[in-house]
């Protein structure tokens, strides 16, 4: 099946099953706003916390805040917002679309090395086993004409973003003959800069009111409570500040469902450090980071670096973690050597200062930082790209059966276990209920007693429950049930008395990060 349908049926399955809908959906909805369902906020809980324990619970020198969303308008001026947070926009006068520039040159990048792919994948077919894919590369006329175009095009592209240099981006699109994927015309406006920030209104009075923002990233919140901190936890350097929150970008192209949004959660760490050690802990960081999203099992092999080579003014070293999701590989954290910037910039529009004094050293200075930043919703789409299974099973009849499930690590899982009698008569539903009872003191259970046996195994496979109980007439007898393993489908009779040891295990976020 193509990838784009496989994206198709996810975000439907997403809202069939209560995960995620969209904004105000009987107005139609709101463009890149989405609200999580009953499912989807207990799987988007569990990665918070999968994550904020990995951050605060494992690190001694690593602790919590929780800042607000509005703050002093300087901020935004300090920390380069104001000026510079800003994607070049393009319009179509045909289609009335528009784009970001840069990104439709990324796209026709895009384009021309899947055709170098094409191209690798039909000569592998060709040689078979005796395929040398280096050497071919090396030596195909066809792929280096169009690998020389993509190299080309990529150093244009870096130099014109990296000169905010409006005119050269148009004339890049003009150059490549790049058109609309609407309209398909050529006929562009010219190349502008939009800021990315909401602005609203503070205060009452028109006279009396000023213009705050809504945050575009969490991470100031955590700098300007740098001091705070520090002083108030005792902390030494190296120490980090974890912080888990809402930001809003107007993101000028929101498309790929939750994948870019204008309202969104970040889970964002700042590492305070001494300054000429920061590769070290950038290096460092790069590998925790990237153990953390690798213990889920979704396969190493679906991950991958992206290394800047285009570095922000203020950072002297840049990363992105990157999965294959349906539509290729693509950012999903980012790690950031941010130098002294933002606390410099900081003390400098402020007035107040931003050392630390360092009883080692016996000396003041501005500590560097390296940051790790990464989407909850980003993260919590890849999670149920890597689970969204359909999976043919065959009958005893030999015809197929198609079976649809979400095979979530079960410590995400939103419900962690189904609890049906086989009937609803003869106190079934009673011992099923007492279960859900007694055990609902450590997991998500669920009670589920409507349909067939099969059709609520399936419902629960399409939730992703890990774990399914099923009472039937034995249970009176001895006190045994049988549980249901979602991935493998087998069946195993225990005694009640042994659920919660069985399932505990199985389903605590304590488990995952012992493998970190
Ligand atoms: N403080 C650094 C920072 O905000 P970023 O690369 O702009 O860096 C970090 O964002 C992460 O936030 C990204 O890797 C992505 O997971 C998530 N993110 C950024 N913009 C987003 C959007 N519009 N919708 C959803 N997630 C977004």
Request: include cysteine; proline fraction near 3%.
């Amino acid at each position: 099946m193509a990838q784009e349908d496989v994206f198709r049926k996810l975000v439907a399955h997403c809202k069939e099953y209560g995960y995620v809908f969209p904004s105000s959906e009987i107005y139609d909805g709101l463009s890149a706003v989405y609200d999580y369902g009953q499912y989807g906020v207990e799987l988007k809980n569990n990665i918070r916390k999968y994550w904020w324990d990995s951050m605060v619970l494992l690190n001694d020198n690593i602790v919590g805040i929780d800042s607000a969303i509005f703050m002093h308008p300087s901020v935004w001026k300090a920390s380069g917002h104001v000026d510079a947070f800003n994607d070049p926009l393009i319009d179509n006068r045909d289609s009335k679309k528009r784009y970001r520039a840069d990104m439709l040159i990324e796209e026709h990048v895009l384009k021309m090395e899947e055709k170098v792919a094409r191209e690798v994948e039909k000569a592998r077919e060709r040689f078979g086993t005796a395929f040398d894919e280096k050497k071919f590369r090396e030596t195909n006329q066809c792929v280096l004409a169009t690998q020389s175009k993509i190299d080309d095009l990529n150093r244009r592209l870096a130099k014109a973003m990296n000169e905010t240099d409006l005119a050269e981006l148009r004339q890049i699109i003009i150059d490549n003959e790049i058109v609309c994927p609407v309209s398909g015309s050529r006929n562009w406006t010219d190349v502008r800069q939009f800021n990315l920030m909401f602005s609203t209104e503070m205060g009452s009075t028109l006279e009396g009111s000023s213009r705050i923002y809504l945050r575009p990233e969490t991470a100031q919140g955590i700098f300007v409570n740098f001091h705070n901190v520090q002083k108030t936890g005792r902390m030494k350097i190296p120490f980090g500040i974890a912080q888990v929150g809402k930001a809003f970008r107007n993101e000028i192209v929101a498309r790929q469902f939750i994948f870019r949004m204008r309202e969104f959660e970040q889970m964002e760490m700042q590492f305070f450090v001494r300054p000429g050690t920061e590769l070290d802990w950038f290096r460092h960081w790069k590998d925790i980071r990237m153990r953390w999203h690798t213990a889920l099992g979704f396969g190493e092999a679906n991950y991958r670096f992206h290394d800047h080579t285009k570095l922000a003014h203020y950072a002297n070293a840049a990363t992105d973690i990157e999965y294959r999701f349906p539509f290729g590989f693509r950012e999903v954290e980012g790690i950031h050597s941010r130098t002294d910037y933002d606390l410099k910039q900081h003390q400098q529009y402020s007035g107040k200062k931003m050392q630390y004094f360092d009883p080692e050293k016996g000396e003041s200075y501005i500590p560097f930082v390296v940051e790790t930043s990464i989407g909850l919703d980003r993260m919590f789409l890849q999670v149920i790209a890597a689970a969204y299974t359909e999976e043919e099973l065959r009958k005893e009849d030999g015809s197929a059966d198609m079976r649809i499930l979400l095979r979530l690590p079960a410590c995400l899982a939103p419900v962690k276990l189904a609890v049906m009698p086989l009937v609803k008569k003869d106190g079934l539903p009673e011992i099923a209920e007492k279960i859900v009872h007694t055990l609902r003191f450590d997991f998500n259970c669920q009670y589920d007693d409507k349909d067939s046996i099969g059709r609520r195994y399936r419902r629960q496979d399409a939730i992703g429950t890990p774990y399914c109980i099923t009472i039937d007439h034995q249970t009176v007898e001895d006190d045994t049930v049988t549980i249901r393993y979602r991935d493998s489908m087998e069946q195993e009779r225990v005694n009640i008395r042994s659920l919660k040891d069985i399932i505990s295990e199985k389903v605590s976020i304590g488990a995952l990060l012992k493998k970190l």
